[in-house]
């Protein structure tokens, strides 16, 4: 099916009706989206692909959020590709060319400093990378964060202990955060949790106090 390309929303969609040809394989899930018109629209599931391909570019184990805007005729817009597909990689769009060069992104750890440091000294200078501990007790992760009145998102990178890369943690706290424990998947239990991104531009969580995202379960790929 062709894909448009929007490098405006996080999340990358197919519209409800075109799933079952697309072969996604529906997966409890609870996020957000919004629409060209502004719209929040809430969805409570997505929809699992478990190979997609775009000229020349692959992911495996793919979710897409559901693509609910009647705004559009039927058949006219079916999937999107948003910033999830391409979280990979490094972006380069040329516009006038309607050419997208892409190179992978590397060891994110590596460049976690820089990519911090680029919103200034008020995730920077916490006492922990990201502004949080983390502890994982079996299943059970608390999240504490540090004394900031910042709001902050953090990216965590979950492997578990034979190695094996589990889907990334998205961390999303308010300002003035407490403490805040969420329930993971039982493919977390033992594994090894680092920061490895974080900015001052969390999501609006359904629960107020905050929230843990394993990213698989939104619209991103593994």
Known sequence: MPAHLDFGREYSRVVPYAWDKAKLAPRAARGETWDDAGTRRLFDRVGIAQHVAVAGLARDDFAFAPFDDDRYYPNELLVALGLDFFAPFRVDVDWHHTRVYLRPRGDVAATRGPRIARWG??????????????????????????????????????????????????????????????????????????????????????????????????????
């Not at 106090?209 to 790929?221: E, I, T, W, Y």
């Open 121 to 222: 000294d008020t995730i920077a200078s916490c006492p922990h990378v990201g502004c949080v501990t983390l502890a994982l007790d079996d299943t059970h992760l608390t999240v504490t964060p540090d004394s900031t009145p910042a709001p902050v998102e953090v990216i965590v990178r979950a492997t578990a202990p034979g190695g094996a890369r589990l889907p990334d943690l998205e961390i999303n706290l308010p300002a003035r955060a407490q403490p805040l424990t969420s329930a993971l998947d039982d493919a977390y239990r033992g594994a090894t949790l680092d920061v490895v991104d974080a900015s001052p531009y969390p999501r609006t969580c359904v629960n107020a106090a905050g929230c843990v995202v394993p990213m698989a379960a939104l619209p991103a790929g593994n």
